[in-house]
């Protein structure tokens, strides 16, 4: 009897080890990843100055919805059957809230991947604690360079839109080639942000060139006004303006030059800003005049632009917003973002397999070549090739703002390959 | 040197906006002692309002802004009766606590109401421009500064001739007595902050044509006003009116000729600041202010 | 010395949050602890603004700023020199104590208001400084430094604070405490009775200031970066007003103004309005105020006087019996 017993203990004290992780299964070891769902997180600021872009978020969260309740390629709902959970946090744009929310996500929500977490700051503050934890961030909403070219660094990080600095540079390759004559003078934002494209621009204008910029002038995103700057880049005699600011004070910026008389032959403005939302209210401040000829780029659609009004992705956009998101104004163009980048992200989850785990998505992300996202520009490409090319999208087009309205000045620039 | 007249008229334009608010935190600090943080943040309240009325639902200019006055006096009154002189029992402290509730709250709710993003707020001068020689002035601009020279005057006549003007004058300097006298100093004092919500408005309505209306578009101009009004004297609107084209101009050239902030303009705000300390230093009553003799 | 039931009170409320915060690690995650090592780095913060602003009677609107000195002198230090991240600790506090002492001369020609509206411009201006491009090579500009991983000093920052926590009891409880008060409360006598108010005001405003660059430091470790992001006018506020949520003027009341800072926002934003927290943190702040103005501290001196009055028949009951017994037995004899 007692020989019994002791087979039998054995037997149990198996049984009790064994079967949990018999049931539980792959599961147990991915974090966010059941047999019906994933969870993804990001932080985002959704009180504080920068909360123009909580749409950003929410119009993942649309799309995400979207995709859970449709029946898929392969006839399942979700992502091969597993639903989207979305759980995302303010940070305020706030460094010390980030460290905490993302640690909260990671730790406490144990979320499978972080996504589209926005700002250059904030998701550099928390880009070596997820490398090291191998926690994936995943197309960071900052269009800052670095997280691209420092993707062998951090492989776990990567962006997603094309980054300041390759925008930049395409606006001083255009001024080299077309205008080589031009004085140039630069107004741009002190931060992460602005000397991006500042370093972006003078580059591309090359070495050679660099004395067509006549005069740079800095400001502070939290300074009232910019005429102090303007008036002094009017007096260098100058005769194209580039605006590197974030959307309120590049709208501040017409409405100054236009309070200065002063036109510019050539403004360039950045893509961000140029969102058509954004140069209707600089348009209504400063005039038609005043804004008309400004040349910006751009790689999605605009929903503020009626000449995508019966664009098939621009529709599936409409009906997604008023069903998942009726309140929300659907012409900001931050909900728009907010899809196109959810449709990057369904797609990296499903190349990432079946078996989906941390190292699955990485792999996939490093080697998505996706070109049916409906919300970008006709034949733009969502694809990665690290390690030789770390930026997801590198072309955008040349625009020019004109009766009301963007138009194409050129076709795909193309700035791949990255490193 | 033409950028100098250039700056000049920069300066002036921007010491316009700062002006009218300034002249509003200089009337409540008159009439009620107290600083008030949540002074911008009213008026972007009321630029919102009139943003409403205005652009969103078509109402005429002027009108919309007489009804923004309006609201925006009931409002400060309001304001004053509800949340302030409940808690003036508090002291000091916990009127700046209760005015920095008020600016975040604000805050919050017109981004709540009317989201973050960015809004067009037209001007109601023309867009037209005068130019002399090399030097542009914008009608926009001119009219700006003619707006923020009415509003000192009807402030400076208000409490020089009014039969309310005069009264909120002793109600702030002697309250009790005042009260002997008969004087309704809760009114009077009530009457002070809606005017000075009033001005409010007419700060953010000017300023909003060229620095765009959003939520948090008031505050860097809050703390300029409150230079300004220190720099002037904060019990004077005379003062507070000139200390604010002082600073502004001041800046202007500051940032022009000054290498120190050419090559690094975001460093207008702790210059200023500190220029500001030093003359506080000498002057703590500001340029134009009455020594108060102080209890120690 | 008979112990009031208002101090009783409060010693017991120490002695419960000291054995919870010893504690607290052991049972709970690191995620976990890491919001109560927050909640350590305001504590030792508004300790400071405790004596500047509730004891001195100096309004503040820079606290924020002089964390922020603390902490960059730490990231400072950390990226230039070979001293380690936690040896930078007393340097934060001794460099933003001096740079406070320095800013009290000045700040004595202010009076109320205007000193809140010198403080106020100081912190905006310290970013403006802190993220220019002219001093960009020593503090990283607008990007901020990054000198380390993250790191959780949870029993470092409590050591630190329950050191803190004691100098600043002795301090408030010596005449020069005495001083602090006299100053805030009744100037003219102050003086009149030989206090050197210039020089208790600067002393408040360095030693403040130096807890608040203490603060900084162990929060720019914490991180493992600074940036001029996180030590905005915001935060400044975020200080002042969970100090006066928690009670100025009350040592013990910091405890609960330090977690309101934590937890105060997110719970606005959780339980009051998920789409606008602002105006949820707006209206819970004039609600206490409204309430209770002397904050979380007046509500345990509530407390204290209703656990007196509750069990005081006891006492007298028991007093009462006790003089019986000797008067019956002094009578006998």
């Given at each position: 009897?007692?020989?019994?017993?002791?087979?039998?203990?054995?037997?149990?004290?198996?049984?009790?080890?064994?079967?949990?992780?018999?049931?539980?299964?792959?599961?147990?070891?991915?974090?966010?990843?059941?047999?019906?769902?994933?969870?993804?997180?990001?932080?985002?600021?959704?009180?504080?100055?920068?909360?123009?872009?909580?749409?950003?978020?929410?119009?993942?969260?649309?799309?995400?919805?979207?995709?859970?309740?449709?029946?898929?390629?392969?006839?399942?709902?979700?992502?091969?059957?597993?639903?989207?959970?979305?759980?995302?946090?303010?940070?305020?744009?706030?460094?010390?809230?980030?460290?905490?929310?993302?640690?909260?996500?990671?730790?406490?929500?144990?979320?499978?991947?972080?996504?589209?977490?926005?700002?250059?700051?904030?998701?550099?503050?928390?880009?070596?604690?997820?490398?090291?934890?191998?926690?994936?961030?995943?197309?960071?909403?900052?269009?800052?360079?670095?997280?691209?070219?420092?993707?062998?660094?951090y492989p776990?990080?990567?962006?997603?839109?094309?980054?300041?600095?390759?925008?930049?540079?395409?606006?001083?390759?255009?001024?080299?080639?077309?205008?080589?004559?031009?004085?140039?003078?630069?107004?741009?934002?002190?931060?992460?942000?602005?000397?991006?494209?500042?370093?972006?621009?003078?580059?591309?204008?090359?070495?050679?060139?660099?004395?067509?910029?006549?005069?740079?002038?800095?400001?502070?995103?939290?300074?009232?006004?910019?005429?102090?700057?303007?008036?002094?880049?009017?007096?260098?005699?100058?005769?194209?303006?580039?605006?590197?600011?974030?959307?309120?004070?590049?709208?501040?910026?017409?409405?100054?030059?236009?309070?200065?008389?002063?036109?510019?032959?050539?403004?360039?403005?950045?893509?961000?800003?140029?969102?058509q939302v954004f140069i209707n209210t600089a348009v209504q401040l400063s005039g038609a005049s005043t804004v008309n000829g400004s040349i910006s780029t751009y790689y999605t659609k605009d929903p503020a632009n009626p000449s995508w009004d019966n664009?098939?992705?621009?529709?599936?956009?409409?009906?997604?917003?008023?069903?998942?998101?009726?309140?929300?104004?659907?012409?900001?163009?931050?909900?728009?973002?907010?899809?196109?980048?959810?449709?990057?992200?369904?797609?990296?989850?499903?190349?990432?397999?079946?078996?989906?785990?941390?190292?699955?998505?990485?792999?996939?992300?490093?080697?998505?070549?996706?070109?049916?996202?409906?919300?970008?520009?006709?034949?733009?490409?969502?694809?990665t090739n690290a390690p030789k090319d770390n930026f997801p999208i590198s072309q955008q087009e040349l625009i020019q703002f004109e009766n009301g309205g963007w138009t194409p000045i050129s076709g795909l620039i193309d700035t791949r390959p990255r490193g | 040197m033409a950028q100098f007249w250039q700056q000049i008229v920069g300066g002036l334009a921007a010491g316009g906006i700062y002006s009218t608010l300034a002249l509003a935190l200089v009337l409540i600090h008159r009439a009620t002692g107290i600083v008030n943080f949540a002074q911008g943040e009213m008026g972007m309240f009321s630029t919102f309002i009139a943003w409403s009325l205005i652009e969103n639902h078509g109402m005429e200019y002027w009108l919309g802004f007489a009804l923004v006055l309006l609201i925006s006096f009931a409002g400060g009154a309001g304001i004053y009766g509800a949340v302030i002189r409940p808690l003036q029992r508090g002291g000091e402290l916990a009127i700046v606590i209760a005015t920095i509730a008020l600016l975040i709250l604000l805050n919050g709710l017109a981004g709540w109401?009317?989201?973050?993003?960015?809004?067009?707020?037209?001007?109601?001068?023309p867009h037209s421009l005068i130019t002399i020689g090399d030097v542009v002035i914008s009608w926009q601009d001119v009219g700006t500064i003619i707006v923020s020279f009415a509003c000192v005057l009807v402030v400076f006549l208000f409490f020089r001739l009014t039969r309310t003007g005069r009264p909120m004058r002793a109600s702030a300097l002697r309250p009790r007595t005042s009260r002997l006298m008969g004087i309704r100093v809760t009114l009077m004092l009530a009457v002070g902050w809606g005017l000075a919500a009033a001005l409010s408005a007419v700060a953010g309505m000017m300023a909003a044509p060229v620095l765009a209306l959003e939520p948090n578009f008031m505050l860097p101009v809050l703390v300029y006003a409150f230079a300004a009004a220190v720099l002037g004297g904060i019990d004077g609107p005379v003062g507070a009116v000139i200390g604010s084209y002082i600073l502004g101009v001041g800046i202007s050239l500051l940032s022009t000729y000054v290498n120190y902030i050419t090559v690094a303009p975001e460093l207008q705000l702790p210059v200023a600041l500190a220029i500001l300390l030093v003359i506080l230093l000498f002057r703590p009553s500001g340029l134009f202010g009455r020594t108060v003799v102080r209890r120690v | 010395m008979r112990l009031r039931p208002a101090a009783l009170v409060q010693l017991v409320a120490i002695a419960a949050v000291a054995a919870f915060v010893a504690t607290y690690p052991l049972y709970k995650s690191d995620y976990e602890a890491t919001k109560l090592t927050l909640v350590g780095i305001y504590l030792i913060a508004i300790l400071g603004l405790n004596l500047l602003t509730g004891y001195s009677g100096q309004i503040t609107l820079g606290h924020g700023a002089f964390m922020g000195i603390g902490a960059y002198t730490t990231a400072i230090l950390v990226t230039k020199t070979s001293i380690?991240?936690?040896?930078?600790?007393?340097?934060?506090?001794?460099?933003?104590?001096?740079?406070?002492?320095?800013?009290?001369?000045?700040?004595?020609?202010?009076?109320g208001v205007y000193l809140a509206l010198a403080t106020f411009g100081g912190a905006v201006a310290f970013v403006s400084i802190v993220q220019s491009t002219h001093y960009q090579g020593l503090t990283g500009g607008a990007t901020g430094l990054f000198f380390g991983p993250l790191k959780?000093?949870?029993?470092?920052?409590?050591?630190?604070?329950?050191?803190?926590?004691?100098?600043?009891?002795?301090?408030?409880?010596?005449?020069a405490g005495r001083a602090f008060k006299a100053v805030r409360d009744a100037p003219i006598a102050a003086v009149s009775s030989g206090v050197n108010i210039a020089l208790v005001k600067t002393l408040a405003f360095g030693i403040a200031s130096a807890y608040a660059g203490v603060a900084g430091a162990l929060l720019a470790i914490r991180l493992g970066s600074v940036s001029p992001l996180s030590f905005t006018v915001t935060l400044s506020i975020l200080l002042l007003t969970?100090?006066?949520?928690?009670?100025l003027g009350s040592l013990t009341g910091m405890i609960f103004g330090a977690l309101f800072i934590q937890f105060v926002p997110g719970f606005a934003e959780d339980?009051?309005?998920?789409?606008?927290?602002?105006?949820?943190?707006?209206?819970?702040?004039?609600?206490?105020?409204?309430?209770?103005?002397?904050?979380?501290?007046?509500?345990?001196?509530?407390?204290?006087?209703?656990?007196?009055?509750?069990?005081?028949?006891?006492?007298?009951?028991?007093?009462?019996?006790?003089?019986?017994?000797?008067?019956?037995t002094r009578s006998r004899t």
């Open positions: 009897m007692r020989k019994g017993m002791g087979t039998l203990a054995v037997l149990a004290a198996a049984l009790a080890f064994g079967l949990p992780a018999a049931l539980g299964g792959a599961a147990a070891t991915t974090p966010g990843v059941t047999a019906h769902s994933i969870l993804l997180g990001g932080t985002f600021p959704l009180t504080g100055a920068a909360s123009s872009y909580a749409p950003i978020p929410r119009g993942m969260q649309a799309f995400f919805s979207y995709i859970n309740a449709r029946k898929g390629p392969d006839g399942k709902r979700g992502v091969g059957g597993r639903q989207i959970i979305w759980k995302y946090y303010d940070d305020a744009y706030n460094p010390t809230q980030t460290v905490q929310q993302t640690q909260r996500l990671v730790e406490q929500d144990k979320v499978f991947a972080l996504v589209g977490g926005l700002g250059t700051e904030p998701q550099q503050a928390v880009r070596d604690y997820l490398n090291q934890k191998k926690v994936p961030q995943l197309y960071v909403s900052t269009g800052a360079t670095f997280f691209g070219s420092d993707h062998k660094k776990w990080t990567i962006g997603w839109q094309p980054d300041y600095q390759s925008e930049a540079a395409i606006y001083g390759r255009y001024i080299r080639d077309h205008m080589p004559n031009a004085k140039v003078a630069v107004l741009y934002q002190n931060d992460d942000y602005g000397k991006d494209y500042n370093a972006g621009f003078v580059g591309g204008l090359g070495s050679a060139n660099s004395d067509r910029v006549v005069a740079t002038r800095t400001f502070n995103v939290t300074d009232p006004a910019v005429t102090t700057q303007l008036v002094a880049l009017r007096a260098s005699g100058a005769d194209t303006l580039m605006i590197f600011a974030t959307p309120a004070k590049t709208i501040q910026t017409y409405a100054t030059i236009a309070r200065l008389g002063w036109k510019p032959g050539h403004i360039f403005v950045n893509s961000v800003s140029a969102a664009d098939p992705g621009m529709k599936l956009y409409r009906q997604i917003m008023k069903k998942y998101y009726p309140s929300g104004n659907d012409k900001d163009a931050n909900y728009f973002y907010g899809m196109a980048k959810g449709w990057t992200i369904v797609q990296a989850l499903y190349k990432a397999g079946k078996n989906l785990t941390r190292e699955s998505l990485m792999n996939a992300v490093n080697h998505l070549n996706d070109s049916t996202n409906p919300f970008l520009l006709p034949k733009v490409v969502v694809k | 109401i009317w989201t973050p993003e960015v809004k067009a707020f037209e001007s109601p001068f | 380690s991240d936690y040896a930078t600790i007393p340097l934060a506090g001794i460099a933003a104590g001096l740079i406070g002492f320095l800013f009290g001369f000045p700040a004595l020609r202010l009076h959780n000093p949870y029993y470092l920052t409590w050591g630190i604070c329950a050191f803190l926590y004691l100098v600043a009891w002795l301090l408030v409880h010596s005449k969970g100090a006066a949520l928690g009670g339980h009051v309005s998920k789409t606008a927290p602002q105006v949820g943190y707006g209206l819970i702040l004039l609600a206490v105020l409204f309430l209770m103005p002397g904050g979380a501290a007046q509500l345990l001196h509530r407390l204290g006087t209703l656990l007196y009055r509750t069990t005081r028949p006891l006492y007298t009951r028991a007093a009462r019996r006790a003089e019986a017994v000797a008067t019956s």
